[in-house]
C-alpha cells in the first residue's frame, strides 16, 4: 500500500498545571492517496488531537509525520481543514471567505479573473452559487458548513481534514452534506480525514475506521476496513447484511469493550 | 355501490351546507381583508400608532416633567438658585446670539463650546493614534503586555487633573497642557480596550489564519482589525466621555475660551442661570458624541 500520509510512533503529550497529561500514544496510521479514513471514539479520546497533529497545529511530543514524503513541519495548503464550526469570518461574504484561501495559494501563478474563477467554482461544488454574496449569519448552518468545505477544497490540498464537521447540524442536513461529500470526494479524488462520533456517518463513509480507545495515553485500538461497494446509497445500504456487520462491529468496540462511565 | 351511493347521497345533503361555511368564511376573509387595508390612513391605525408613541414617549417626559418640578421646588425655597422659567428665559437670551466676539474672554457661547470640542479633539485624536496601536501591540505580544501592565495599572486610576501640573510645566502654556490632560486620561480605555478585543478573538479565527498560512498583514486587515473593530469603538466611546468629563474641570483651572472657562467665568459674575445652561450644555453635548459612537458601533457589529 502506497503510504501517502504516515503517522509514526507518535506521542502526544501536555503541559498542565498539574504535570504532564499523555494524550495520545503509539500511534502509528499509514494512509493512502484517495483513502477516506474516519476517526471514531469516545469524547477525550484525542481524535481531534491527532486531526490537529495531522493539519499541523499542533507539533507531536515524539515521533514522526510525513504527507506526501514531506515532513510536516506546520500547516500548509496541501492540507485543507474543516472546522467543526465552520469558522467563517463573520465580515467577509461567502466569496470573500472562499478567495482569502484561494489568494494564498493561487495568488502567486494564477491572475485575478482565474482566482475568482476557483472560488466560485470551489462554491459551485458545493452548491452555494446563489449564496456568494450573502455574509455568515444570513445563512444557515449546514450552508457555513459547506462554505467551510468549499474554502478547504478551493486550495486544491492533498489531504481533507475535517473535524466533526457535521457534528452541529440537524439529522437531515447531515445526511444530505454526507452524501455530498460522498460525490465530492469522488470527483476530486481527495484523500478525507474525518473525525466523528456517529457511527452511522463513520461506516456510511469511510474506506477504513479509525477505532481509538480511551484517553489518558489513547491509542489506535483497532482498525476496520469497510468493504461495501461504491458509490454508496444510504437507503440500499440500510438493507445490507454487510453494512450492519461493519456498524456492529464499531458499536461493539465503542460500547462494549472501549465502554466508560457516563462523563 | 351501495357504499358510494350513500357517500353521493350524504355530500349531497353536507354540500350545500359546506358551501355555506365556506362562502361565509370567505367572506369573513375578504371583509378581515378589507379591514385590514383600510386601515391604512384611518382613524384606528393613527390612534394605536399615536397610543405607542405615548406609551413610548410618557416615561421620559414623566421623569423630565417631575425633575423640573422638583427644581423648580426647590428654587422656591432657596432664592439664590434661579428656577426653570428663569434659566429658559436665560437661555433664550444666550442662543439668540451664540457667535459674538467682545474681547478675549468675552464671547458667544458657541465659540466656547467650540473650544472645548477642539481641544478634546485634539487631545482625544493624540490618544487614539497612539493608544489603539499600543493596544494591538500589548495584545498581540505577550512580552509587551507584561512589559506594560505594571505602568498602566499604575497610571490608569490617577486622577485626570494631577496631570495638568505637569503639562503647564512642561509645555508652558495653558491650552497644550488642557490637550495633555485630556490625552492622558483618555487614552487608558482606548489601550485596554484594544488589547482585551485582540486578546478575546475566538481561537477558530486565529486557526483558521494558521491553516490558510495568512502573512501578518492579511491576518491584520482580515482578522484581528474587524474582530477588535467592536471592542475598538467600546474603547474610543469610553474615551470620548471621559474626554468629555476631564475638559470641563481642565479649562476651569487654565482659562481661556471653553465651556469650563465659561462655566468659571459666570460664577466670578454670580450668574447662576448661565452656570446650570452650561451643566444643560455639558450634558446634551456629551449625549451626542456619545450617541454618533453607539451608531458607529452598531454600523460595525456583526451578527
Not at chain 2, 507584561?146 to 499604575?154: G, H, Q, R
Not at chain 2, 486622577?159 to 490632560?181: D, E, H, M, R
Request: aromatic share 8%; proline share 6%; charged share 15%.
Amino acid at each position: 500500500m502506497e503510504k501517502y500520509v504516515q503517522v509514526e510512533n507518535v506521542q502526544m503529550t501536555f503541559d498542565t498545571k498539574k504535570g504532564p497529561f499523555v494524550a495520545l500514544r503509539d500511534i502509528n496510521l499509514n494512509i493512502a492517496q484517495g483513502e477516506f479514513i474516519t476517526l471514531i471514539g469516545h469524547s477525550g479520546c484525542g481524535k481531534s488531537t491527532l486531526l490537529n497533529l495531522v493539519a499541523g497545529l499542533t507539533v507531536p511530543s515524539t515521533g514522526a509525520m510525513l504527507c506526501a514524503g514531506r515532513e510536516i513541519a506546520g500547516p500548509g495548503p496541501e492540507r485543507g481543514v474543516v472546522f467543526q464550526n465552520h469558522s467563517l469570518l463573520p465580515w467577509l461574504t461567502c466569496f470573500e471567505n472562499v478567495h482569502l484561501a484561494v489568494e494564498r495559494v493561487f495568488a502567486r501563478t494564477e491572475n485575478s479573473a482565474a482566482m475568482k474563477k476557483r472560488t466560485q467554482e470551489a462554491l459551485a461544488l458545493v452548491g452555494l452559487t446563489h449564496a456568494e454574496h450573502k455574509y455568515p449569519h444570513e445563512i444557515s448552518g449546514g450552508m457555513k458548513q459547506r462554505v467551510g468545505i468549499a474554502r478547504a477544497l478551493s486550495m486544491q490540498p492533498k489531504v481533507l481534514l475535517m473535524d466533526e464537521p457535521f457534528g452541529a447540524l440537524d439529522a437531515l442536513t447531515r445526511a444530505h452534506l454526507q452524501d455530498e461529500l460522498m460525490k465530492i470526494a469522488a470527483e476530486t479524488q481527495s484523500t478525507v480525514i474525518m473525525v466523528t462520533h456517529d457511527v452511522d456517518e463513520a461506516v456510511l463513509l469511510s474506506d477504513r475506521i479509525v477505532m481509538m480507545t480511551n484517553g489518558p495515553a489513547a491509542t489506535i485500538g483497532e482498525i476496520l476496513a469497510v468493504n461495501l461497494p461504491r458509490p454508496r446509497e444510504r437507503l440500499a445500504l440500510a438493507n445490507n447484511p454487510k453494512y450492519h456487520e461493519y456498524r456492529g462491529a464499531v458499536l461493539d468496540f465503542l460500547y462494549r469493550r472501549q465502554l466508560r462511565p457516563a462523563a | 355501490m351501495s357504499a358510494i351511493r350513500v357517500t353521493n347521497e350524504c355530500l349531497k345533503i353536507i354540500m350545500p351546507d359546506s358551501e355555506t361555511v365556506v362562502t361565509s368564511k370567505r367572506l369573513s376573509a375578504v371583509a378581515s381583508v378589507e379591514k385590514i387595508e383600510s386601515g391604512k390612513g384611518n382613524p384606528g391605525r393613527i390612534r394605536q400608532m399615536a397610543g405607542d408613541a405615548i406609551k413610548w414617549l410618557l416615561p421620559p417626559a414623566l421623569g423630565l416633567a417631575l425633575f423640573i418640578g422638583i427644581w423648580a421646588l426647590v428654587a422656591q425655597t432657596t432664592p439664590t438658585l434661579p428656577g426653570p422659567m428663569k434659566t429658559w428665559a436665560s437661555a433664550v437670551e444666550l442662543f439668540s446670539d451664540p457667535f459674538y466676539q467682545k474681547g478675549p474672554n468675552d464671547q458667544g457661547i458657541g465659540w466656547n463650546i467650540l473650544a472645548s470640542l477642539h481641544r478634546v479633539a485634539i487631545g482625544f485624536g493624540m490618544a487614539a493614534a497612539i493608544g489603539i496601536p499600543l493596544g494591538f501591540m500589548i495584545g498581540r505580544f505577550k512580552f509587551l503586555n507584561a512589559m506594560t501592565a505594571p505602568i498602566i495599572s499604575l497610571l490608569r486610576p490617577v486622577s485626570p487633573l494631577a496631570w495638568l501640573p505637569i503639562g503647564l510645566l512642561v509645555f508652558k502654556a495653558a491650552n497644550p497642557a488642557a490637550i495633555w490632560v485630556i490625552f492622558i486620561s483618555a487614552i487608558w480605555p482606548m489601550i485596554i480596550n484594544t488589547a482585551v478585543g485582540v486578546n478575546r478573538i475566538p481561537q477558530d479565527y486565529m486557526n483558521v489564519a494558521k491553516v490558510l498560512n495568512l502573512s501578518e498583514w492579511k491576518i491584520f486587515t482580515k482578522i484581528l482589525f474587524p474582530a477588535v473593530l467592536p471592542y475598538m469603538i467600546t474603547g474610543i466611546r469610553l474615551s470620548i466621555g471621559v474626554a468629555w468629563l476631564v475638559i470641563v474641570a481642565a479649562e476651569m483651572l487654565t482659562g481661556g475660551v471653553g465651556i469650563g472657562f465659561w462655566v468659571w467665568d459666570e460664577w466670578n459674575n454670580l450668574n447662576v442661570e448661565h452656570i446650570i445652561i452650561a451643566i444643560f450644555i455639558v450634558g446634551i453635548v456629551g449625549l451626542l458624541l456619545e450617541q454618533m459612537l453607539v451608531l458607529l458601533a452598531k454600523r460595525f457589529s456583526y451578527e
